[in-house]
């Protein structure tokens, strides 16, 4: 495995990696395609414990004087993210439409990733089968395709913390 890894096409400046917050369960379980198989409160459990990650967008101008304060240059709302489950598996990826293409979703992933490794779990992912935006996505920062029953599963062969 090569270790040239996806870089954001967007500048590391205009956005912000974080951990997701408790109060961004709603919001997560609104825009999964799969919200019909876990309810608000699930993601939200898992928010709470377990490593997740999220780009925030820089906040216009206005909207800093509007708050009055020079310490928030970043909303509140994540515009991409993803989680984990309790055994390890990457989730629940998300970006708005209008971040998409940007390099948003291989950056939040590829900092959970390395949060994981570091915590000591074993990440990997799932990936429909007709998804080929995630599967691109996913290879391109490193996961490889394991099996295949319905789903792909994905992971990162032989992950080392330095090749992130």
């Known amino acids: 495995m090569d270790n040239k890894f996806f870089t954001p096409t967007i500048p590391r400046s205009d956005f912000l990696l974080a951990p997701l917050a408790e109060k961004d369960a709603e919001l997560i379980h609104k825009n999964w395609i799969y919200n019909f198989a876990e309810d608000v409160e ?13 780009a925030y967008d820089k906040m216009l101008s206005s909207e800093q004087d509007n708050k009055n304060n020079n310490m928030e240059s970043f909303t509140d709302k994540p515009i991409s993210w993803a989680l984990t489950r309790p ?12 971040y998409r293409c940007k390099g948003l979703s291989g950056a939040v992933t590829k900092e959970l990733v390395k949060k994981l490794i570091e915590d000591g779990i074993t990440p990997f992912v799932n990936i429909a089968g007709k998804n080929p935006a995630s599967v691109k ?4 920062i490193g996961f490889r395709k394991y099996s295949s029953i319905g789903y792909q599963i994905y992971w990162v062969p032989g992950m080392q913390l330095s090749e992130f």
């Open 42 to 54: 699930s993601i939200r459990k898992n928010i709470e414990s377990l490593p997740s990650m999220a």
């Open 87 to 98: 055994y390890g598996e990457v989730g629940f990826n998300f970006t708005f439409p209008e």
């Open 137 to 140: 996505a996913m290879e391109n």
